[in-house]
């Protein structure tokens, strides 16, 4: 009679399993349980918790310099149609032009009144004061008067843009690189509103030799620039800047 009662233990805990697992369903049933002294271990790992990814990845960080941002409008820069051959860079330009520096636009001042050609036929124009802060190529002085086209006038012969406009379009600090020569004067004076010291230099931009910096974004003063062209740089004018630079023009 053993042999039955052998059998009917075995089926007895067989059907019990599925009790236990259900009582401590995160423990297999083929597991021993940790003892006392593992204990200690199994509470020390959960109380740290990994690293989350977000923490071990490295914040990506410009490698430009931050630059203020200004409102600009530069419409009253581009009154004056070229006619030219445009260049491919700033570096190219740089070769070609005498004087070019940066810094930061001083003002703007009433300039010559000129009578060029037909006779009562009067051009206003007007000065753009830049205070140099690097010079990379040619000598100029702390300040470097640019000339612009002032644009039409009314019939009383006041000019339709008065200075004020020009101010407030780009106003004083903003930042600027210019590629100029000295200015040709063409016509006969009729006034000299600016009334600078004497021997004071005038200069002319070159149709795309007066840049403009708004924050990282390279504007063009007297013609639109193509943003995926060299003549714009993802570092601004700081980035045209360093080409200038490694293009041999060092500045002092």
Same mark, same amino acid.
């Given at each position: 009679?053993?042999?039955?009662?052998?059998?009917?233990?075995?089926?007895?805990?067989?059907?019990?399993?599925?009790? *236990?697992?259900?009582?401590?369903?995160?423990?297999? @049933?083929?597991? =021993?349980?940790?003892?006392?002294?593992?204990?200690?271990?199994?509470?020390?790992?959960?109380?740290?918790?990994?690293? =989350?990814?977000?923490?071990?990845?490295?914040?990506?960080? &410009?490698?430009?310099?931050?630059?203020?941002?200004?409102?600009?409008?530069? %419409?009253?820069? %581009?009154?004056?149609?070229?006619?030219?051959?445009?260049?491919?860079?700033?570096?190219?330009?740089?070769?070609?032009?005498?004087?070019?520096?940066?810094? *930061?636009?001083?003002?703007?001042?009433?300039?010559?009144?000129?009578?060029?050609?037909?006779?009562?036929?009067?051009?206003?124009?007007?000065?753009?004061?830049?205070?140099?802060?690097?010079?990379?190529?040619?000598?100029?002085?702390?300040?470097?008067? $640019?000339?612009?086209?002032?644009?039409?006038?009314?019939?009383?012969?006041?000019? $339709?843009? &008065?200075?004020?406009?020009?101010?407030?379009?780009?106003?004083?600090? =903003?930042?600027?690189?210019?590629?100029?020569?000295?200015?040709? %004067?063409?016509?006969?004076?009729?006034?000299?509103?600016?009334?600078?010291? @004497?021997?004071?230099?005038?200069?002319?931009?070159?149709?795309?030799?007066?840049?403009?910096?708004?924050?990282?974004?390279?504007?063009?003063?007297?013609?639109?620039?193509?943003? @995926? &062209? %060299?003549?714009?740089?993802?570092?601004?004018?700081?980035?045209?800047?360093?080409?200038?630079?490694?293009?041999?023009?060092?500045?002092?």
């Amino acid at each position: 009679m053993r042999l039955p009662v052998l059998l009917l233990l075995g089926a007895l805990t067989a059907c019990g399993a599925p009790a *236990t697992m259900a009582r401590t369903p995160d423990i297999p @049933a083929t597991a =021993s349980a940790p003892s006392a002294r593992e204990a200690p271990e199994v509470l020390k790992a959960s109380a740290t918790p990994p690293p =989350s990814p977000a923490s071990t990845d490295p914040t990506p960080e &410009s490698a430009c310099a931050p630059a203020p941002t200004r409102k600009l409008n530069v %419409r009253l820069l %581009r009154q004056t149609a070229f006619d030219y051959d445009p260049l491919n860079s700033p570096e190219e330009l740089a070769e070609k032009t005498p004087l070019v520096v940066a810094g *930061t636009v001083e003002d703007f001042l009433p300039g010559q009144i000129v009578e060029e050609g037909i006779p009562g036929d009067r051009t206003h124009y007007l000065l753009m004061p830049v205070r140099v802060t690097e010079r990379f190529k040619g000598p100029a002085a702390r300040l470097v008067h $640019v000339k612009f086209f002032q644009g039409g006038i009314w019939r009383n012969q006041t000019p $339709v843009n &008065s200075v004020a406009d020009f101010r407030r379009a780009v106003p004083r600090g =903003s930042r600027v690189m210019l590629f100029v020569y000295p200015d040709v %004067r063409e016509g006969t004076v009729i006034k000299d509103r600016a009334a600078l010291p @004497a021997g004071t230099p005038i200069y002319s931009a070159h149709p795309q030799g007066v840049l403009l910096g708004r924050g990282l974004t390279v504007i063009g003063g007297m013609e639109e620039i193509n943003p @995926a &062209s %060299r003549w714009a740089d993802p570092c601004g004018l700081d980035g045209i800047a360093t080409r200038l630079r490694a293009a041999g023009h060092q500045g002092h």
